[in-house]
């Protein structure tokens, strides 16, 4: 039989795994929260700057607030990891290029779509990740394709109109969508062969620097429009990219694997919450029954072989 005492620490012991797993459910809520309304603050500050432009500052930015995590970990993990099957110069400019990519068919895209829209059209990388796997020979499950089913039939509602004709803006999140899962699989054969978080802040430098560059050579440029999207700048770079990552990758350590998977797809949701509140953005049943299937279908192909591992 169990003793008092011990009854005591596992109850004790029950009661601080539901505490850090609370804790870790309300963070990967507020990442969720954070990126949703990011689709809101890139669209709102292309109404003083580029595309191009809006990416490279913010990208920067975001690059520039992972430094002092970046000199931390270094300071705090000294003689560990010293050799490298990769070099961190050759996996951010791999990692960066895939980003600006990604990065630059979302924010072009948001020009002539909806915030709302764009959340969960981007949403789909998490479907197109398994998908793409299977070039490289990685096993799918049938989750993967319920999951493409439904979430196809819903970018149909969502994007598609009576004449079979999709939307340009929305085209181009699809194609983002696309790259962003490609981003994914990237980043998952490079992190575990350097530093994560120092690759996360060269990849996002690269995405800034090339940003930067196709702005200068094709966009108009002015301090006084900088100041203007100061505060969607702010937003996009130090909470969607810097803070939005660190947490994520932080949290995601400790995390319920199929609690993560849920809350996080909410950021699509969550866009669309942000695009009715702050620009007015409405979306029509067909949209909103259209967005509902996309939904399952990204929480189909997350948490089916999450569910299956754990039997």
């Known amino acids: 039989m169990m003793t008092g005492s011990k009854k005591n620490k596992t109850y004790s012991g029950m009661q601080e795994e539901k505490h850090h797993t609370f804790g870790a459910d309300c963070l990967l809520l507020l990442v969720a929260l954070i990126w949703g309304f990011g689709f809101v603050a890139q669209r709102a500050g292309m109404e003083h700057l580029g595309p191009y432009a809006f ?32 070099s961190l110069l050759k996996a951010g400019l791999t990692a960066g290029v895939m980003l600006f990519a990604a990065a630059t068919f979302q ?4 020009q002539y779509t909806t915030a709302g829209k764009a959340g969960f059209i981007t949403g789909l990388y998490v479907v197109l990740v398994p998908l793409i796997g299977l070039f490289w020979g990685q096993r799918t499950t049938a989750g993967t394709w319920l999951g493409a089913a439904s979430a196809v039939a819903g970018l149909y509602l969502l994007s598609v109109n009576e004449d079979f004709y999709i939307e340009p803006g929305d085209l181009l999140e699809l194609i983002g969508a696309v790259f962003w899962a490609g981003h994914v699989l990237v980043l998952a054969y490079l992190s575990p062969r350097t530093n994560p978080v120092r690759l996360a802040m060269v990849q996002f430098m690269v995405c ?45 350590r400790k995390a319920h694997p199929s609690h993560a998977a849920i809350l996080l797809s909410l950021e699509a949701p969550f866009a669309a919450l942000g695009g009715w509140l702050l620009l007015n953005e409405i979306l029509s049943i067909r949209a909103v029954t259209g967005c509902a299937l996309m939904l399952a279908g990204m929480l189909a192909s997350q948490l089916w072989s999450i569910t299956r591992q754990n039997t």
């Open 208 to 252: 800034g620097v090339l940003s930067l560059l196709v702005s200068f050579a094709t966009e108009p440029f002015s301090l006084n429009a900088i100041a203007g999207a100061a505060v969607p700048i702010i937003y996009g770079g130090v909470f969607s990219v810097a803070a939005g990552y660190t947490l994520q990758v932080v949290v995601q």
């Open 55 to 86: 990416n490279g500052i913010r990208f920067l930015l975001g690059s520039c607030c992972l430094l002092p995590l970046v000199l931390r970990r270094q300071s705090t993990q000294q003689g560990q990891n010293k050799k490298k099957r990769i």
């Open 107 to 110: 924010q072009v895209g948001l």
